[in-house]
């Protein structure tokens, strides 16, 4: 290979690199979908209006993933990629509200460790997992109690972490608690859950007929699960935040 070829590409590489520095990587009214990404800031992005390269900002919270992606056009949780490495940052200071850090974007809940918040716009949706699941932060979603910090525990299982509790209505399921961590479970064929002995017992007992051979619906299932998620927040006296003295940082 010779020298002066060399030369070439190392001219080539600094023209680019000075370019980019200068604003953006590329000019997107020579790109085919007219989107491309700011090259410093995250949550910016550069697009063609009639001939024209105009800088725009993605929804507060979210940072640009490209066009036709993420939540809104083009734009997605920061959390869901690596569209936020460094050296590029996310330049626009948060615009919050209540329940909410930023104006889009999906933030823990102030008491308890089993709901969360969805914003949109600034307006929070308070959501509930569900199945003995906690919120994590990190994961942004509903997971398994050990893997959530400093929710480790779950409600359900506050007043014996080895004890079982009965599902909402459930002849046949109920939840068994393990150092804390709840497990749904199921009476082995033909016994009933008694919410007295809190064991599996052979029917009938005071709410559980012999049982049916026919499986219930799936629906029901699903009617048991929330039943039993909401019963800990029946009992007053009860906050999982106040019991676990939960902190959670807000700016
Ligand atoms: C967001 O809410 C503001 C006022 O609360 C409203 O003016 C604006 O149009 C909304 N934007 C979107 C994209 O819905």
């Excluded at 700011?38 to 910016?44: G, L, R, V």
């Excluded at 959390?79 to 919050?96: A, F, L, M």
């Excluded at 914003?119 to 979603?141: D, K, M, P, R, V």
């Excluded at 709840?182 to 007929?209: G, H, I, K, N, Y």
Aim: glycine share 8%; with cysteine; charged share 20%.
């Amino acid at each position: 290979m010779s020298t002066g070829r060399h030369w070439t590409s190392l001219i080539v590489l600094v023209g680019t690199a000075a370019l980019a520095s200068c604003a953006q990587v590329e000019d997107p009214c020579k790109t085919k979908s007219r989107v491309v990404a700011d090259d410093k800031y995250c949550d910016k992005y550069w697009e063609c209006d009639n001939g024209q390269s105009i800088q725009y900002d993605c929804p507060n919270g979210l940072v640009f993933a490209g066009k036709h992606r993420g939540v809104t056009e083009g734009c997605d949780y920061p959390w869901r990629s690596n569209y936020c490495e460094y050296p590029k940052v996310q330049t626009n200071p948060p615009i919050g509200t209540e329940h909410c850090d930023w104006l889009y974007g999906i933030f823990g809940h102030e008491t308890s460790c089993t709901r969360y918040w969805t914003c949109w716009n600034g307006t929070a949706t308070e959501q509930l997992c569900i199945g003995g699941l906690l919120y994590n932060e990190n994961a942004h979603s509903c997971d398994w109690p050990e893997n959530v910090d400093g929710c480790q525990k779950h409600p359900l299982c506050n007043e014996d972490p080895n004890g079982n509790v009965p599902l909402g209505k459930s002849c046949n399921r109920y939840w068994q608690c393990q150092g804390g961590y709840p497990r749904l479970q199921r009476c082995p064929a033909m016994l009933v859950f008694d919410r007295r002995s809190l064991r599996c017992v052979v029917p009938p007992t005071e709410e559980c007929d012999v049982p049916t051979t026919t499986a219930p619906p799936p629906e029901e299932d699903q009617q048991d699960l929330r039943q039993g998620q909401q019963q800990p927040q029946k009992r007053p006296g009860n906050d999982y935040q106040e019991q676990q003295g939960r902190q959670r940082p807000r700016n």
